[in-house]
């Protein structure tokens, strides 16, 4: 079943789960328009990370279901309010992905959340201006991958 071609939205009874960035007035700025951008989507080809919106082309990274070795949870600590994650891990070997973590050296992710490692890290994308239902991310995943695990990584 298609995407509504009216909302950009995946259609209900695909199976496919999709959510999108709240909109701000950076896009505006920052020459991203008032388009409604992807933040995380799961579906029959696999697992697309959304960029930041302001920089969302060039840091967006579609993982297909070969390269998935299970779907991952996590939160990093911070001085205020923890930021939870959602990332992929993948197969050795996989190519290296786009995304605002890309640069980032593995002492760097060993510090800012030790619990996880630096790939996952690197695979991952912070739950923020979006929300994530846990409920319908496990569905999705049924779907389209049954083979793949939902995993919760506690800090």
Request: hydrophobic letters at 45%.
């Amino acid at each position: 079943m298609a995407d509504d071609p009216r909302t950009g939205n995946a259609h209900p009874r695909s199976g496919a789960y999709e959510e999108h960035f709240t909109r701000t007035p950076v896009q505006l700025v920052t020459g991203g328009g008032w388009k409604r951008l992807v933040a995380f989507r799961v579906d029959a080809e696999g697992v697309l990370l959304g960029g930041a919106p302001a920089r969302h082309a060039a840091q967006s990274a579609f993982v297909s279901w070969a390269d998935i070795t299970s779907l991952v949870l996590w939160r990093q600590q911070t001085a205020g309010e923890p930021i939870d994650y959602v990332g992929v891990r993948r197969r050795p070997g996989a190519p290296l992905l786009a995304g605002m973590n890309s640069g980032l050296s593995p002492e760097r992710t060993a510090k800012l959340a030790p619990h996880v490692e630096h790939e996952l890290f690197l695979a991952s994308r912070p739950v923020n201006l979006w929300k994530l239902d846990p409920v319908r991310l496990q569905a999705a995943v049924a779907t389209f991958a049954p083979q793949v695990p939902v995993h919760v990584v506690q800090p």
